[in-house]
């Protein structure tokens, strides 16, 4: 059975080699490979096209206007029945497509997913990040979960074939609006904690890398509750409705001379964060969860704008107000490039 590994990167120099690298030291060598560069801007298209084309990888390139429109274009040249997905800055375990590949030899399973781990852990944001990980992976549903990114999965391209093609009007989370597509349509994916992928670097490697990738993916599921209706992201809707209110209070109170008002709003906020931060640190035994005081409070106040900015973003361009769609677009690229 042939499997093609489809690799989707802009700007990864200092990484591609590793990663792709991994590929060619798989288990299974009945593989494809292909890297889709988004045009990049340093030498890693020339690591590429220099190094590793002479061994078989293909490379693409397209205009870097997103991983949807990247993913779709690689997976036409494709000839797989299983298509695994992963990024350039990721470094996989030798046995990763091994480990997929078994569960596909029964005909009713749609796909394979597995845990991303950090390989190493340099640093005290990424040591944050590797703790994070963990704890998502071990509460995982290890059948049929609503959100899958691409960063570690395989599916059988016969089914997704009915399912149709990624979407191409996505920031970001349009992996897991696929795989919600899938989840909706009643097929199985299940999985294998022992298929894994390492991340060389990760979106911790920075407080302007983590915002960014918060800021991301929470705009991208801001577009798929729109498209898809409240169920999609219930909780994520929830939070950042709850948020903003706690925000938009702590501010009233303040100018309207509220004091009392806003120091107790404040002090619960305050308060609860605590709290949640102190048993964090006990259930994963380790004093890193600690940062979460530093950082849950960005995650909420950033993610929470992006979500509702690609919530209203989506909802403007359904309606065809494409002005008004594209001034909230501008709005949330200058918020990123101020970060950059």
Same mark, same amino acid.
Request: charged share 20%.
């Given at each position: ?10 700007? *990864?120099?200092? @990484? ?18 292909? #890297? ?5 801007? &340093? +030498? ?8 590793? #084309? ?7 390139? &397209? ?6 429109? !990247? ?7 494709? /000839?797989?029945?299983?298509? !695994?997905?992963?990024?350039?800055? %990721?470094?996989?375990?030798? *046995?990763? #497509? %091994? $480990? ?23 640093? *005290?944001?990424? /040591?944050? +990040? ?9 509460? *995982? ?38 795989? @919600?597509?899938?989840? $909706? ?12 992928? @390492? ?15 918060? !800021? ?28 903003? #209110? ?31 931060? =102190? ?16 950082? =849950?409070?960005?995650?909420?106040? =950033? +993610? ?25 677009? /501008?709005?949330?690229?200058?918020? /990123?490039?101020?970060?950059?």
């Amino acid at each position: 059975m042939l499997v093609s590994i489809i690799i989707i990167e802009r700007n *990864v120099e200092k @990484y591609i080699r590793k990663c792709l690298d991994s590929m060619l030291a798989q288990t299974y060598k009945n593989i494809e490979i292909i #890297v889709c560069d988004g045009n990049s801007t &340093d +030498g890693t298209k020339e690591i590429i096209q220099r190094e590793y #084309v002479p061994k078989g990888i293909k490379l693409l390139i &397209d205009e870097g206007k997103g991983p949807g429109i !990247a993913t779709n274009l690689a997976i036409k040249h494709l /000839r797989g029945e299983i298509l !695994a997905f992963t990024f350039g800055d %990721e470094e996989a375990d030798p *046995v990763w #497509v %091994e $480990k997929m590949l078994r569960h596909f030899n029964d005909p009713s399973i749609f796909g394979v997913f597995g845990p991303v781990f950090f390989k190493r852990e340099p640093s *005290v944001l990424t /040591r944050f +990040g590797q703790y994070r990980l963990r704890k998502k992976w071990m509460e *995982v549903k290890f059948v049929n979960p609503k959100h899958i990114a691409n960063t570690n999965c395989a599916y059988r391209r016969s089914l997704m074939n009915k399912i149709g093609d990624f979407r191409e009007d996505m920031i970001d989370a349009y992996d897991s609006e696929f795989s @919600y597509r899938v989840f $909706k349509a009643g097929y199985k994916i299940i999985y294998d904690p022992e298929a894994i992928i @390492y991340h060389q670097t990760g979106h911790e490697e920075s407080l302007i890398t983590y915002l960014t990738a918060i !800021a991301n993916v929470n705009f991208g599921y801001g577009q798929a509750t729109y498209i898809h209706g409240i169920r999609f992201a219930h909780s994520i809707f929830l939070l950042s409705s709850m948020t903003l #209110v706690y925000i938009f209070s702590l501010l009233a109170s303040f100018f309207l001379g509220y004091y009392n008002v806003f120091l107790y709003i404040l002090s619960s906020g305050l308060l609860m964060l605590i709290l949640y931060t =102190i048993l964090e640190c006990f259930n994963a035994k380790t004093l890193i969860a600690l940062l979460n005081l530093f950082f =849950i409070p960005f995650r909420l106040i =950033i +993610g929470s704008i992006s979500f509702f900015m690609g919530y209203i973003y989506q909802l403007l361009k359904t309606k065809k107000h494409q002005l008004f769609a594209s001034i909230i677009r /501008r709005l949330f690229d200058f918020m /990123r490039l101020r970060w950059d």
